[in-house]
């Protein structure tokens, strides 16, 4: 299946483009001083400015300018890296999650970084890369031969569990480690009333977000997976997608779980004392803080998904750098030391705290602003040992459609659809996507 995938992507490929061939000795020999690097991102106003400011002192340093445009959305930056593939307005740089770099990649819009990471003049030590950790490996995508290096991360978030610590040890109850203390937990709380509840909401012991990756988190925690690179397919479908599935809609049907009201409502009703849990990202942390200090204003905690496994698996992603496929050796490597500034030990710090991101290097923990952070906000604190046990989620062609997929799926099964014949249509559906992105 593999190999199938390969030809159809060399065939697409060189149909639609000219193959730039640049060398490993291209590479070691470039000049990226003087530099202008194009970098398309999807953030605005404070986050743009603060990438701004950066930039402007990444060129009094090294001499290679860097411009940053503001394309839009994630999809708004991928569909601009797509459409001018192969041509000189391909952007140098571009913001994307993974499975946006695999469609960049399909049709020759993005490189392989690994050439430019295993330069000894440019690239990165295996110091580097052992202070990444997990954060270096969630940018390699096994679906294409050659494992390609397809994403530098600069910023991550977890799915992890918020909650009402002051609820839950009004109900006895200690921090759920498996699905069935989380659904013991939930439904206790559906049927009490949180002392300091503002408001007269309903109690409600967890709402659910049906965002693909709170999808695939919970898959995670019963030890599956939503894609099998081995053969090429996914496999939405898993006794362990249906155990997950079990799980959540057997809270659901006993009026313990339900969809989420409106975006974002997890964290409003959290933050009222109205909801016992949330699985959101550690990046809306300050959210549900605020949340919560404009509410009940009590004791709240993170923790990792509860889970089925010997050890939690948790859902780490975000989006991070995609190189375009310019084919300019020397704009090249100036782009790529533009993407080892912006990561490196004091930057991937400074960008957390501005961005509400998760830093990237492990050394950045020792950081000024970061042990502030930390001192200042606990439960930040403890996000930063659950990274160790990060798994991502798919970058293959064709997953934003399939997310979009996922989240229909996910929601009918929580509102009482059978869930085997969901799942199994989901899958189908899916690798049709999957299937057409290929051959197309």
Known sequence: MKVFNRIIFLLTFSLSFNLFAVTSADIENANPKGQTVE????????????MKARAERFEAETGIKVNITYKGHYGKVQSAMMTTAGTTDQADVARGYGNAAADMYQIGAAIDQTILAESKKWGVTQSDIDDWGANWTVGFSAYFDGNPKLLHEVGKSLEVVYYNKDWLNELGLSEPQTPAEFAEAACAATNSTFSGRVGDTASLGYEIDTD????AAWVFAHGG????????????????????MEFIQGMANKGCAQVTRDKYADQQYLGLGSNLFALSSTSGITYFQKAIEEGYNGQWEISKVPHTTKNPVMNLYGGGLIMGNTGNVD???????????????????????????????????DHPLIQAKRNELPQYDRSLGLIQYGKGEPSVPAYYSVRGEIEKAYAAIINGDDIMSTLNALNDEANAILADAIEN
């Not at 398309?40 to 603060?50: F, I, K």
């Not at 939503?226 to 997950?244: K, M, P, T």
Request: hydrophobic share 40%; no cysteine; aromatic share 18%.
């Open 39 to 50: 970098f398309w991102v999807q953030y605005s106003d404070e986050r743009l400015d603060a």
């Open 212 to 215: 693909a990756s709170n999808f």
């Open 225 to 244: 997976d939503v894609f099998d690179y081995d053969s090429g397919q996914y496999i939405l479908n898993s006794s362990e997608a249906v155990a997950a």
């Open 331 to 365: 704009k090249m490597v100036a782009a790529y030391q533009w993407m080892k500034y912006i990561s490196n030990t004091e930057n991937s710090a400074v960008w957390s705290t501005e961005s509400g991101y998760g830093f990237v290097r492990t050394s950045s923990a």
